[in-house]
């Protein structure tokens, strides 16, 4: 059974800094494409960043230069280092596999509070 | 003006059918994409419900009813998400997608009220 399970949201300052991490299980990350999705408190959905399995990546214009997404292989895990955060940036993260191109599995979330 | 359009609410009665449009932004050409429904449920991650791009190239998902149903309108502009024989479990919010410019594009989203 596909699981994937993010962790290291939290409440953080303007212009801090966060290191979401999303568990795979049933499943090999380097072999998929990986996408985070966030959504703001009562909001739309947003995507924010995909990492293809050949390694290549690609962001929104909201966060470009700001994030960055990566793997660990040896975990079998998908990463979203967030830097210079800012009160736009509070959402609930979500960590989604893609299978062919379709958002198939989805995270619960992680919630990133950006505030002082 | 937003890549992708869609209704902030629709309401419909049981048994009707409910017609949720995703207008493209004007110069995007609707029939050379293929547009992403999901659904999504207060307190829970969106679900894909089907894709898109015509007749021969369409995809519903798994465990989603054949009352779900897309199309496009290209006088409008627009991919549909059709819904037939309302149930008052199809009440939900409903976000159309694209891939455009290297980059995912979710619309605002529709919030279906089944009553």
């Known amino acids: 059974e596909v699981q994937l399970v993010e962790s290291g949201g939290g409440l953080i300052q303007p212009g801090g800094s966060l290191r979401l991490s999303c568990a795979a299980s049933g499943f090999t990350v380097s072999s998929n494409h990986m996408n985070w999705v966030r959504q703001a408190p009562g909001k739309g959905l947003e995507w924010v960043s995909i990492l293809y399995g050949d390694g290549s990546t690609s962001y929104a214009d909201s966060v470009k230069g700001r994030f960055t997404i990566s793997r660990d292989n040896s975990k079998n895990t998908l990463c979203l280092q967030m830097n210079s955060l800012r009160a736009e940036d509070t959402a609930v993260y979500y960590c989604?596999?893609?299978?062919?191109?379709?958002?198939?599995?989805w995270g619960q979330g992680t919630l990133v509070t950006v505030s002082s | 003006q937003a890549v992708l359009t869609q209704p902030s609410s629709l309401s419909a009665s049981p048994g009707a059918s409910a017609s949720l449009t995703c207008t493209l932004r004007?110069?995007?050409?609707?029939?050379?994409?293929?547009i992403y429904w999901y659904q999504q449920k207060p307190g829970s991650p969106p679900q894909f419900v089907l894709r898109?791009?015509?007749?021969?190239?369409?995809?519903?998902g798994s465990g989603v009813p054949s009352r779900f149903s897309g199309s496009k309108d290209a006088s409008a502009n627009a991919g549909i998400l059709l819904i037939s024989g309302l149930q008052s479990e199809d009440e939900a919010d409903y976000y159309c997608m694209i891939w455009h410019s290297n980059a995912w594009v979710f619309g605002g989203g529709t919030k279906l009220t089944v009553l």
């Open positions: 004007s110069g995007i050409n609707v029939g050379t994409y293929r």
């Open positions: 898109y791009k015509s007749d021969s190239d369409k995809q519903r």
């Open positions: 989604v596999r893609a299978v062919d191109y379709i958002f198939h599995n």
